[in-house]
């Protein structure tokens, strides 16, 4: 999505141009929080919610999907020492997030917080203001309708023509920064899957109860002596987890050929660490064949679609190629330890 709605009241060219030359996802996430404060129906906005509110937006891809922002960008730093220096977790929604930071009272976090202040607040009125830092917070203060907003030492002001467009057009520019941050963060991490969906904290997960009762409770009806490939303990068929090989924070999906039924309680310290190939991998594959040699041409359409996905030739009775599996699954687990994932001990 990389158009906007044009109005006669507004500067659209200058729009348009905000992300041409970026280098790091700082004016991204600094106007989808002023987008975000417009909707809530303020203008005048305190620099510290503003940048809570990018740091909160930017949590989750890179706490939970450890995407890489690239070299010169600082606010998966920021993140990290947030993480370290405070009660926030992984997985806290982004209200919680923004409410610890807003609220805080620890200098050192605002002083961090205020990194933000260096470049991004100036830089972002570049299309409209050229100059130092100085003469474009005085050029902004004594303009009225050409730039977003005024621009001042702890806050800014939306200008009123600014304020209504962007009310009116909020889920539009909205889509417009995704797009483009999504564009931005794929060309950062070329081998990582799915990257626009991992931009945002979905509400909630899909749950795998289809893939559990369409699939594996099938398998282990026929197959009861089944074992766990991670403890090599028998599994109970009706206390056990389907859970992702390869995690769902990399892969973003829930794809069969990616999944397999493992003990309950070791799903829970196995978490989103990655298996080792040559630890693993083998009784992952041999686990993946005998399903798929036990289903044969009774599997379920939406299934087999699955493994076409990714094996082209599949076939309903015959095993996939072990090296072509391998070749699929490794360097995913590759890549993701690149990105940050830690292996399972």
């Not at 610890?100 to 972002?124: A, Q, R, S, W």
């Amino acid at each position: 999505m990389n158009q906007l709605p044009f109005s006669p009241d507004i500067n659209n060219n200058a729009l348009a141009s905000i992300f041409n030359y970026t280098s790091a996802t700082y004016k991204f996430y600094w106007f989808l929080a002023i987008v975000e404060e417009v909707e809530s129906g303020n203008k005048e906005i305190q620099k510290d919610r503003l940048f809570a509110t990018m740091i909160s937006n930017a949590w989750y891809p890179v706490k939970y999907f450890r995407l890489s922002f690239g070299s010169q960008d600082h606010i998966s730093q920021l993140i990290n020492d947030f993480f370290n220096s405070t009660s926030i977790k992984v997985s806290d929604d982004k209200a919680e997030i923004r409410k610890c930071l807003i609220e805080t009272k620890d200098v050192t976090i605002l002083k961090k917080l205020y990194h933000l202040d260096k470049n991004v607040p100036h830089k972002f009125l570049s299309p409209w203001f050229k100059g130092s830092k100085k003469s474009i917070y005085e050029s902004s203060q004594l303009d009225f309708q050409n730039s977003i907003y005024h621009l001042f030492k702890n806050h800014i002001i939306v200008n009123d023509n600014w304020y209504d467009y962007i009310r009116l057009n909020a889920k539009v520019i909205k889509d417009f920064i995704y797009w483009n941050l999504a564009l931005f963060i794929q060309a950062r991490n070329p081998s990582t899957p799915d990257v626009i969906n991992k931009l945002i904290k979905p509400a909630k997960r899909n749950s795998l109860t289809k893939q559990r009762n369409k699939f594996w409770n099938i398998y282990l009806e026929k197959r009861p002596e089944t074992k766990c490939i991670f403890t090599n303990e028998p599994l109970n068929p009706k206390n056990y987890h389907v859970d992702h090989f390869v995690p769902y924070s990399f892969v973003s999906h829930d794809l069969i050929w990616n999944l397999v039924p493992i003990n309950s309680n070791f799903n829970t310290s196995k978490s989103n660490k990655l298996p080792l190939v040559k630890k693993y991998f083998d009784s992952f594959y041999k686990l993946q064949n005998d399903a798929i040699q036990v289903f044969g041409k009774s599997m379920p359409k939406n299934f087999k679609e699955e493994y076409l996905s990714v094996f082209p030739n599949f076939e309903d009775n015959e095993q996939i190629n072990y090296s072509q599996y391998k070749d699929v699954i490794s360097p995913l687990i590759t890549v993701a330890h690149n990105n940050g994932f830690e292996y399972l001990n």
